[in-house]
């Protein structure tokens, strides 16, 4: 994916963008957190205290200033079915769902909290280039899709003037984005697009949906609160509980982590800068843990809102911590200003997003690009869109793996010479592993060669057990027709490999006195 130019200008923190981008990203939030408290079936204030609390704490600790964490999508439906469980497992009208829930994200914070420990967000490397661009084609398709719910009114799609209204409105929105910004690079194109919006809704009489009304046609009151107080989660404390939660807990944090890992990768290359994924693994967890005990559904980074921070300028902690105080100054003072903003100028500025998110040169390497890694983002993709975003990525390493396998497995090249006392001399081409075995051992002719072979790894090297066996197998061939074999130029981590087998296997190639094994100043053996 190519890095888009107007996402990497202004690279350096500034406190003025980092207000105004905050600011912008707090209106964001809003919707958002309140649409996906909706989908896992709690209170929207609930939605909102964990956006507030997952983006203060990641945005002062976290690995990744400009990246901001809050309550998403991609955890929200797995929370479905832990707080419908939950609610079972309780009283009649006790809704012990949320409480199993708060439990839930202490143990996902804790899990969290030691995969940064131990250092496990190195591991966000494994992930090829195409499973990266089908990630974020997949998830600008999501906030797409998500966005068109905003469409609709009692479930049903708008039509006539209320429709042509909302979409002149996403329109204006989308244009004021687009031109703000080549009018005055430091201006913040969102934050005056929502505020232009707002204000014409206003003072025209415009009637079209509101913050409040989204709020109120999903069954709640609107974002008015307090700060959220502690309260230790209210749950038995039993096996029975531990074995109920902890599935739950598990996805819960391998998708937090692997979307707040691969969102920090994305947000690296659109700043051409460099976060700290184990930090962001700390922090992550530390921010779910207090949502646990702080009344929050928890989350983590959000892909949205991390790209209309960078594209309006935030760089530094600065944006994500004014994000997280201006949202609750929203939910303590602000909520009538922010329930009158329509839903249109929101609309518009997540699609300003999609369009900043999708990887539109995909189209341009189709036909230049491997056909396996072009296979690759259209899969990862479909299965963001369809499932989500765990399996998407496990699904792209694991088919990328295999094809990298297959793909070298192929590359084992055996070459056979004759010397000049009519000694078969095999030079092995290529890595020999598990993948490879087989096609090594249809190189050779045991039936056919004299009484003594030379095999030679200088260009091959031994990588695993699988080829350890390999070589065992041809050297049982060749002793059982009374005939020696030796084998040349094996490197020292290959004879390393080979003497810790011995452990666990037989290892011929030792055992046999008349196998010379790896050694550079091998001496010739005597063949007469």
């Not at 309780?90 to 409480?99: F, I, N, P």
């Not at 005056?192 to 046609?217: D, H, M, P, R, W």
Request: hydrophobic letters at 50%; one cysteine or more.
């Amino acid at each position: 994916m190519k890095s888009n130019p107007t996402l990497i200008a202004s690279a350096k923190p500034s406190v003025q963008n980092d207000i105004f981008s905050g600011i912008t990203v707090a209106l964001a939030l809003v919707p958002e957190a309140v649409a996906f408290a909706f989908v896992a079936g709690v209170s929207p204030l609930v939605g909102l205290y964990g956006a507030f609390i997952m983006s203060l704490i990641t945005s002062i600790f976290g690995g990744r200033p400009g990246m901001i964490s809050g309550a998403t999508g991609a955890m929200a439906v797995v929370m479905v079915s832990l707080v419908s469980e939950g609610n079972a497992l309780g009283a009649d009208g006790a809704y012990m769902g949320l409480q199993y829930l708060f439990f839930t994200l202490l143990l996902v914070g804790l899990l969290q909290i030691l995969a940064g420990a131990f250092k496990l967000g190195k591991f966000i490397r494994l992930v090829p280039r195409p499973v990266m661009m089908g990630f974020v084609n997949g998830l600008a398709i999501i906030i797409f899709l998500s966005q068109l719910n905003m469409f609709k009114a009692g479930g049903v799609w708008i039509k006539g003037y209320d429709l042509w209204l909302m979409l002149s409105l996403v329109g204006v929105t989308l244009i004021l984005m687009f031109t703000i910004p080549k009018i005055h690079k430091k201006a913040p194109g969102a934050l005056i697009a929502i505020i232009v919006v707002s204000v014409l809704v206003y003072f025209t009489g415009l009637n079209t949906e509101t913050v409040l009304s989204f709020i109120q046609q999903n069954g709640g009151d609107g974002i008015k609160g307090t700060l959220p107080s502690f309260a230790f989660p209210q749950v038995p404390f039993t096996v029975a509980t531990l074995t109920f939660v902890m599935p739950y807990a598990l996805i819960l944090a391998a998708i937090g982590l692997i979307e707040s890992l691969m969102t920090l990768n994305l947000i690296d290359e659109l700043t051409k800068t460099r976060g700290h994924g184990n930090r962001e693994c700390v922090a992550q967890g530390a921010a779910n843990f207090i949502n646990g005990i702080f009344g929050g559904m928890g989350g983590c980074a959000m892909i949205g809102q991390s790209i209309i921070n960078i594209t309006s300028g935030g760089r530094g902690r600065l944006s994500g911590i004014v994000a997280s105080i201006t949202l609750l100054f929203f939910i303590l003072f602000g909520s009538m200003y922010i329930e009158a903003v329509p839903i249109s100028a929101l609309v518009g500025v997540m699609f300003f997003v999609v369009l900043k998110t999708f990887a539109w040169n995909t189209f341009n390497i189709i036909n230049k690009a491997p056909k396996w890694d072009i296979a690759v983002i259209i899969i990862v993709t479909l299965l963001t869109v369809v499932f989500d975003l765990a399996v998407a990525v496990i699904s792209g390493v694991v088919i990328s793996a295999l094809i990298f396998s297959w793909e070298n497995a192929l590359r084992i090249r055996v070459r056979k010479s004759v010397d000049e006392h009519g000694i078969p001399h095999y030079e092995v081409y290529g890595p020999l592993f598990f993948a490879s075995t087989s096609l090594f051992l249809n190189k050779f002719e045991p039936e056919e060669d004299p009484l003594e072979v030379i095999i030679d790894f200088k260009e091959s090297r031994i990588m695993d057990l699988s080829a350890i066996e390999a070589i065992n197998k041809i050297a049982e061939s060749y002793t059982k027709m009374g005939k020696n074999i030796h084998i040349r130029h094996l490197s020292k981590d290959c004879v390393s490999l080979i003497k810790k087998a011995e452990k666990i296997c037989d290892v011929n190639v030792l055992e046999d006195p008349d196998y010379f094994v790896g050694i550079d100043d091998y001496r010739k053996h005597q063949l007469n």
